[in-house]
T-cell receptor, first 114, second 111 residues
Framework: DADVTQTPRNRITKTGKRIMLECSQTKGHDRMYWYRQDPGLGLRLIYYSFDVKDINKGEISDGYSVSRQAQAKFSLSLESAIPNQTALYFC?????????????FGPGTRLTVL | SQQGEEDPQALSIQEGENATMNCSYKTSINNLQWYRQNSGRGLVHLILIRSNEREKHSGRLRVTLDTSKKSSSLLITASRAADTASYFCATAPNTGNQFYFGTGTSLTVIP
């Protein structure tokens, strides 16, 4: 979905390096989410934010941090990357005014930690 | 973990056949949603069913929900090769603000 963009799309890094994944959206949504996807495990929530001053831990937040720089931007950081953080990472947004809570996903960032 | 489970994990059918995939979840929900993911791409929302609904249709999609069994099914009728993708259910619990995604069903439609 072009309304939600993620950079970079692919990244290979080494153990111990600090990595930042960025997400931007033009949908005007308040709510933003970071998920990771591993084969056979589906998507798991890392962090979510309901507005610029709101940050919440998800199911698997250890080893990650986030920053909501603006309504449209939500970044995920790996302070010291480790190999088991190799995964596909997705950013998503949703509109708080919609009782349906449908989520709109970015194209994903494939991260490999060597 | 409150992650749901889907079965089958993989499904292969001929074009024109119907495809059925199931989702089981663990908690009381506000609604349940189905998403589609083409290989290496982001997820796309397909359909939502609320906890007080039992069945919903959208084009070739039919979703059922049985809250007493904590399960849902997605039926794709008259499948096409372009339906080849992974399908995920996601539940929005009554309490809390998180979604919980299932483990996904990989559907292959053979032309």
């Amino acid at each position: 979905d072009a309304d939600v963009t993620q950079t970079p799309r692919n990244r290979i890094t080494k153990t111990g390096k600090r990595i930042m994944l960025e997400c931007s959206q033009t949908k005007g949504h308040d709510r933003m989410y970071w998920y990771r996807q591993d084969p056979g495990l589906g998507l798991r929530l890392i962090y979510y934010s309901f507005d610029v001053k709101d940050i919440n831990k998800g199911e698997i937040s250890d080893g990650y941090s986030v920053s909501r720089q603006a309504q449209a931007k939500f970044s995920l950081s790996l302070e010291s990357a480790i190999p088991n953080q190799t995964a596909l990472y997705f950013c998503a947004t949703s509109d708080w005014t919609s009782s349906y809570n449908e989520q709109f996903f970015g194209p994903g960032t494939r991260l490999t930690v060597l | 973990s409150q992650q749901g489970e889907e079965d089958p994990q993989a499904l292969s059918i001929q074009e024109g056949e119907n495809a059925t995939m199931n989702c089981s979840y663990k908690t009381s929900i506000n609604n349940l949603q189905w998403y589609r993911q083409n290989s290496g791409r982001g997820l796309v929302h397909l359909i939502l069913i609320r906890s007080n609904e039992r069945e919903k249709h959208s084009g070739r999609l039919r979703v059922t929900l049985d809250t007493s069994k904590k399960s849902s099914s997605l039926l794709i009728t008259a499948s096409r090769a372009a339906d080849t993708a992974s399908y995920f259910c996601a539940t929005a619990p009554n309490t809390g603000n998180q979604f919980y995604f299932g483990t996904g069903t990989s559907l292959t439609v053979i032309p």
